[in-house]
């Protein structure tokens, strides 16, 4: 099969917003966001394929072979991280392009139409770097989160989605196709398949995470007028948060929980004025739901002491809370023959990241692959696959959409949206 | 005389960029700022003075009773810290406006020119809130510095100084008048009058600041995929380090050392990502210089061990070093007398927070004079004195400025501006 096209098309769509250390910034609706669109929306008019956008900016890139069926849906997101990695959701959607096409030949070639339709699609703000909550765009086409709520998230500059992605051209009106089974494939942002050398990951879960949104309140004053004990600072008491949510990982065995505050801002953010305000967003990851609720509760209570302590206000919200969500058994050991058959090693394991096929799985059956990351790491410029590992994901992820387009998950359900771990 | 129009004034003068707690947000270079220098402008031409405005925004309103003689300058800046108090600075300037109309009432009705003229002066951003330092535009004035790199200077969005003056009108091409000496008036920002039941503060120095720019240099991860341990979290480490420039004032005696972190930036500042990099601006001031300089060796100490800890490069760079700079006996006792001849009693005191008098001290023998304060709270929107004590301070400033326009501090130097205590 033809590896050498889709490895050019990677590698083309890794200089829209390329960065200087090899990294990419396309954050969602932004003006490289809209390049790497372009792209896709041509790839799929040249390929000959129907192209929607949807509501919410999803875009589909529809195969009709069997009038009037439903679609089998593969792909990722293009957008990235600020100063993100060219890996993450870009080679899922280059892939998915690209399997697509041998597909189409296949179906040309062999004269039989298979029993559902394909469709490639590029999910809005995996991210959720501009616009919180990340999933957005396939969890408002599963149905998780409202439209309307979603377009009126604005960026830390008060832009809206509505707006962003008006101004961009890529608002649109279209429905999405109506499912029958969706296939994803994305580097692992982990060490388990680099380190036990093995070629594909299937995801047979995923890790229960919450965030925290925390206002912390203190009372603005004079830097240098104001003495240390009259002062209520809510950046000093931040930084004690901060370093909470950092220590609650101790309580637990290593590796049990991750935490972290990435989102920070601070009123009125001047250098000789005690600040009055600082909100922060803290997210919490663990394979254990409980791991979770008893770090969160330990936070909450810790939080209320150092409030009193302060003499300040701090208010905690609880949002984004997903829990863990178990993609169907049939899909695994479907995914485990194609691998076999293709004469790769595999082996399943949780992903700690969300994905678009975690909210797609609670509307169609769903499989979630993984390719090595050398060293791990992800989210940043220093993330990085090779070429053969991206190349073996491609076979793996033609295999898994040849049998879905055949029917070959018909009899598995779906994960009910509300069902938890 | 006539404290009902100063009154009057002074009150209309709040109402522009008024907040919704009886605060002002006119930062530097607003359109809330460019409104009061609207009105000061106004003021200035209602009163058939000339107005001036020089290259880096400051306002003069000169009322040049003897040609070509020099001026003695009375005012201080009418830009507030976001979200700040009515007082600051606007009260100085308002003053200075009403005690300039009185004693050109008296010129006009004693029919003898004093030997000096006298000049109410707008000083841009003393706040340093937008664009840092703080102190700029007398700074500027008095030569402590470049006009030109100023003008370059950006706020957070990354509109220049220069850019800012323009967009509002402010960018002026006059020269400022040759000065013979320097008065403002300003509320105390501490506790100091209002606990001794003491009417007017007699500056008599400045404490010694300094701060740190620090750049906290992490490594970009993914919060959900990125083991605790394989982390370099700028933000964990930032927050170490503010609490380290928090409990370094507890290693001296009370009251001894103020130091605040009150301007923090974060890179990506994205909530599923840990950050990057984090800047932050530390501000430490005492009225003892070794005690400041203890202070800044046991930070710059301590940050290193932690970076080596959490394998990450912390930068920092010493600015804005503002050594003890005392104000001349001469003007202590002239203004001592002035206050005992109205019947207002008096003490010295030093200044904690910075003023534009203290740059204008190193050009001319400058007076510096505080009000009090309610509760010693300042740079917030609960910053307040009375009417009453205002009113008390602007016949203070008025009999000061009559001194010094008579020649009252014509032997007296002004503190070379290398003078270190």
Same mark, same amino acid.
Not at 310 to 334: S, Y
Not at 347 to 372: C, E, K, Y
């Given at each position: 099969?033809?590896?050498?096209?889709?490895?050019?098309?990677?590698?083309?769509?890794?200089?829209?917003?390329?960065?200087?250390?090899?990294?990419?910034?396309?954050?969602?609706?932004?003006?490289?966001?809209?390049?790497?669109?372009?792209?896709?929306?041509?790839?799929?008019?040249?390929?000959?394929?129907?192209?929607?956008?949807?509501?919410?900016?999803?875009?589909?890139?529809?195969?009709?072979?069997?009038?009037?069926?439903?679609?089998?849906?593969?792909?990722?997101?293009?957008?990235?991280?600020?100063?993100?990695?060219?890996?993450?959701?870009? &080679?899922?959607?280059?892939?998915?392009?690209?399997?697509?096409?041998?597909?189409? %030949?296949?179906?040309?070639?062999?004269?039989?139409?298979?029993?559902?339709?394909?469709?490639?699609?590029?999910?809005?703000?995996?991210? #959720?770097?501009?616009?919180?909550?990340?999933?957005?765009?396939?969890?408002?086409?599963?149905?998780?989160?409202?439209?309307?709520?979603?377009?009126?998230?604005?960026?830390?500059?008060?832009?809206?989605?509505?707006?962003?992605?008006?101004?961009?051209?890529?608002? #649109?009106?279209?429905?999405?196709?109506?499912?029958?089974? &969706?296939?994803?494939?994305?580097?692992?942002?982990?060490?388990?398949?680099?380190?036990?050398?093995?070629?594909?990951?299937?995801?047979?879960?995923?890790? &229960?995470?919450?965030?925290?949104?925390?206002?912390?309140?203190?009372?603005?004053?004079?830097?240098?007028?104001?003495?240390?004990?009259?002062?209520?600072?809510?950046?000093?008491?931040?930084?004690?948060?901060?370093?909470?949510?950092?220590?609650?990982?101790?309580?637990?065995?290593?590796?049990?929980?991750?935490?972290?505050? #990435?989102?920070?801002?601070?009123?009125?953010?001047?250098?000789?004025?005690?600040?009055?305000?600082?909100?922060?967003?803290?997210?919490?990851?663990?394979?254990?739901?409980?791991?979770?609720?008893?770090?969160?509760?330990?936070?909450?209570?810790?939080?209320?002491?150092?409030?009193?302590?302060?003499?300040?206000?701090?208010?905690?919200?609880?949002?984004?809370?997903?829990?863990?969500?178990?993609?169907?058994?049939?899909?695994?050991?479907?995914?485990?023959?194609?691998?076999?058959?293709?004469?790769?090693?595999?082996?399943?394991?949780?992903?700690?990241?969300?994905?678009?096929?975690? %909210?797609?799985?609670?509307?169609?059956?769903?499989?979630?692959?993984?390719?090595?990351?050398?060293?791990?790491?992800?989210?940043?410029?220093?993330?990085?696959?090779?070429?053969?590992?991206?190349?073996?994901?491609?076979?793996?992820?033609?295999?898994?959409?040849?049998?879905?387009?055949?029917?070959?998950?018909?009899?598995?359900?779906?994960?009910?949206?509300?069902?938890?771990?």
């Amino acid at each position: 099969m033809n590896s050498a096209a889709f490895l050019k098309d990677f590698h083309h769509v890794a200089t829209i917003g390329a960065t200087a250390n090899s990294g990419v910034d396309r954050q969602a609706a932004t003006a490289e966001d809209a390049k790497t669109r372009d792209w896709f929306a041509a790839q799929v008019r040249d390929a000959g394929w129907e192209l929607r956008v949807d509501g919410i900016g999803n875009m589909f890139g529809l195969l009709e072979w069997t009038p009037g069926a439903p679609y089998v849906l593969i792909g990722s997101h293009l957008d990235s991280q600020p100063l993100g990695g060219r890996f993450d959701g870009a &080679y899922g959607v280059v892939a998915a392009l690209h399997a697509a096409r041998r597909l189409d %030949a296949e179906v040309a070639e062999g004269g039989t139409a298979p029993r559902f339709n394909l469709a490639v699609v590029n999910w809005f703000n995996e991210e #959720g770097g501009r616009f919180a909550p990340s999933i957005m765009g396939s969890s408002v086409f599963a149905g998780l989160l409202q439209r309307e709520q979603m377009l009126d998230v604005p960026d830390l500059s008060g832009t809206t989605v509505r707006d962003a992605l008006g101004a961009i051209g890529y608002l #649109g009106t279209a429905v999405g196709p109506e499912v029958a089974g &969706y296939a994803e494939i994305h580097i692992e942002q982990g060490r388990i398949l680099e380190r036990e050398g093995i070629a594909i990951g299937l995801v047979d879960s995923s890790w &229960y995470t919450q965030k925290l949104d925390i206002e912390v309140l203190g009372e603005q004053s004079h830097t240098g007028a104001t003495a240390m004990a009259d002062r209520h600072d809510a950046l000093v008491a931040a930084s004690k948060i901060i370093l909470m949510v950092h220590d609650v990982t101790n309580d637990f065995a290593e590796g049990a929980l991750v935490s972290s505050v #990435g989102q920070l801002t601070l009123e009125p953010n001047s250098p000789i004025v005690v600040a009055r305000r600082v909100h922060l967003v803290a997210d919490l990851r663990s394979g254990g739901p409980d791991i979770v609720k008893s770090a969160r509760a330990k936070l909450i209570a810790d939080i209320e002491v150092l409030a009193q302590e302060h003499n300040i206000k701090v208010n905690v919200k609880d949002f984004d809370v997903r829990p863990i969500r178990r993609f169907p058994e049939a899909g695994l050991e479907l995914a485990d023959k194609v691998a076999a058959d293709l004469g790769l090693s595999s082996r399943r394991l949780q992903t700690m990241a969300g994905h678009d096929s975690v %909210a797609m799985n609670t509307v169609a059956p769903s499989i979630m692959l993984f390719v090595p990351s050398v060293d791990g790491v992800s989210h940043c410029e220093r993330e990085f696959t090779t070429d053969a590992d991206m190349v073996t994901g491609l076979d793996m992820l033609t295999g898994v959409a040849r049998e879905l387009v055949a029917g070959a998950l018909i009899n598995a359900q779906a994960l009910p949206a509300a069902a938890l771990a």
